[in-house]
């Protein structure tokens, strides 16, 4: 366990906790200090609360989570069409919250270092939005407002939409472009995973659809009667729908397991 938390965990969180303590340290000197440094204290306040950002990637941690549980939920207790759509709804969780990472980084980008940019605006100045007549900035606007608006502006990207908030400086130029990259790849992964559960099911059926297909041959070759022979399609059609219970020596992946672990597994299944 502490072998595997140094190798995913570690460096995440070691950056999280750093960028917390300069953080306060940057804070209190800033207050303290009136010298001429005061202004670049301020901006490296600004830019240690963009790289707190960092914690962002500790989601990897509820994506894993949420991962082994829909892997579990939809193997064990889910088959055939509804397997397929839990499969779906759980990319479209993990898209939303990408999206979500995306909307944060993409605010504290204009945020928080629009000053030290080389255009010297960010989209929240630089952008407005006309209410009764007055333009009012994105900045001035309510903070549900603006995350909505990074919200759309992350899933716009990200499924290769458009949007009217363009980037006002090199930063966030690099940023959008990074985006459309990373949402074309996403948007590629999605269809061709879809697309294989799909051929998958197709595959899984053939089978059955083979065997009701030459039943209903031989009904008809033979001159069965109409009544019978739908009641002897429904009957095969119900009981090949069945899925026979499986036994141990039918499952060859247990023969990967050690001795211990298959006995272990063993003794569960017959204490129930």
Not at 113 to 130: C, E, F, R, V
Not at 150 to 173: K, M, Q, W, Y
Not at 203 to 213: H, Y
Not at 216 to 229: H, K, P, Y
Request: proline share 1%.
């Amino acid at each position: 366990a502490v072998r595997y938390y140094l190798q995913r965990w570690f460096i995440i969180d070691l950056i999280t906790v750093s960028t917390d303590w300069v953080n306060f340290l940057l804070d209190a000197v800033s207050l303290s200090d009136d010298s001429s440094m005061g202004l670049e204290l301020i901006r490296l306040v600004k830019l240690n609360r963009l790289m707190r950002l960092a914690r962002a990637f500790r989601v990897m941690r509820v994506y894993e989570h949420l991962n082994n549980i829909g892997h579990n939920i939809s193997g064990i207790y889910l088959v055939g069409s509804w397997s397929m759509l839990f499969k779906i709804l759980q990319y479209v969780v993990y898209i939303f919250w990408l999206n979500h990472i995306v909307a944060c980084i993409w605010f504290s980008i204009g945020k928080y270092l629009s000053d030290a940019s080389d255009t010297g605006l960010g989209w929240l100045q630089a952008h407005s939005l006309n209410v009764q007549g007055e333009d009012i900035p994105y900045e001035r606007l309510s903070t549900m407002f603006q995350y909505l608006t990074c919200l759309h502006f992350a899933v716009s990207n990200t499924v290769l939409g458009s949007l009217s908030i363009d980037p006002t400086n090199s930063l966030e130029r690099i940023f959008t472009v990074c985006c459309l990259v990373v949402g074309f790849v996403i948007a590629s992964m999605l269809v061709s995973s879809l697309s294989s559960w799909l051929v998958q099911m197709q595959m899984m059926k053939q089978e059955k659809v083979a065997t009701m297909s030459k039943l209903r041959r031989f009904l008809r070759e033979n001159g069965v009667s109409s009544s019978l022979a739908n009641r002897v399609d429904q009957h095969v059609l119900a009981r090949i729908s069945i899925n026979p219970r499986l036994h141990e020596e039918q499952v060859d992946a247990l023969d990967l397991l050690t001795p211990a672990l298959r006995g272990e597994l063993r003794n569960d299944m017959w204490s129930r």
